[in-house]
T-cell receptor, first 114, second 112 residues
Framework: GAGVSQSPRYKVAKRGQDVALRCDPI?????LFWYQQALGQGPEFLTYFQNEAQLDKSGLPSDRFFAERPEGSVSTLKIQRTQQEDSAVYLC????????????FGPGTRLLVL | GNSVTQMEGPVTLSEEAFLTINCTYT??????LFWYVQYPGEGLQLLLK?????DKGSNKGFEATYRKETTSFHLEKGSVQVSDSAVYFC???????????FGSGTRLSIRP
């Protein structure tokens, strides 16, 4: 079956631009996660949704980062006024039920801010 | 706080060599432990996991044992193949918290 998909796969932005990154989780998956992976590092947690409810946003690095999942399926991560330090791969993951331990990851969106 | 420390790479081995990638963790309570793998051009995939002390996770010839006394979860494989070349991440998860905490990754390259 289809896995987690993300778009775009690559995004180049000029400093100060706003960007929107999309995640399509596996159909029917209740939980959705966003992670940020800087070059040469492991992914770091950004935020977590259960259906449309954002239950944890403790990892969002600043108020320029905003995520939503209005209908409990597709999610968008928005970064306003991008900075060079926002350059990273943004990973989305989903799993079928809360408490399920295995998360299924998408291929990521590589963001480069110039 | 909770954290994962893993062996720095890159690690380069010849085909059929024995592999160990060290991983230790710092955590309160009893997290579940994972190894994820990222093949070139692909997304993160779960390789194996263990949910309690002394559990052994295994998959594709890889093994790791949850050692509470040494807070370790070292990844091993008896005979590596070129196709094992990838970046390996050790990670932990508290079910109640849902978020995975990853190590910084170890790049493995296998020479034919």
């Amino acid at each position: 079956g289809a896995g987690v998909s993300q778009s775009p796969r690559y995004k180049v932005a000029k400093r100060g631009q706003d960007v929107a990154l999309r995640c399509d989780p596996i159909s029917g998956h209740v939980s959705l996660f966003w992670y940020q992976q800087a070059l040469g590092q492991g992914p770091e947690f950004l935020t977590y949704f259960q259906n449309e409810a954002q239950l944890d946003k403790s990892g969002l690095p600043s108020d320029r980062f905003f995520a939503e999942r209005p209908e409990g399926s597709v999610s968008t991560l928005k970064i306003q006024r991008t900075q060079q330090e926002d350059s990273a791969v943004y990973l989305c993951a989903s799993n079928p039920t809360p408490g399920e331990e295995t998360q299924y990851f998408g291929p990521g969106t590589r963001l480069l801010v110039l | 706080g909770n954290s994962v420390t893993q062996m720095e790479g890159p690690v380069t081995l010849s085909e059929e060599a024995f592999l160990t990638i060290n991983c230790t963790y710092t955590a309160t309570g009893y997290p579940s432990l994972f190894w994820y793998v990222q093949y070139p051009g692909e997304g993160l995939q779960l390789l194996l996991k263990a949910t309690k002390a002394d559990d052994k996770g295994s998959n594709k010839g890889f093994e790791a044992t949850y050692r509470k006394e040494t807070t370790s979860f070292h990844l091993e494989k008896g005979s590596v193949q070129v196709s094992d070349s990838a970046v390996y991440f050790c990670a932990l998860l508290y079910s109640s918290a849902s978020k995975i905490i990853f190590g910084s990754g170890t790049r493995l390259s296998i020479r034919p």
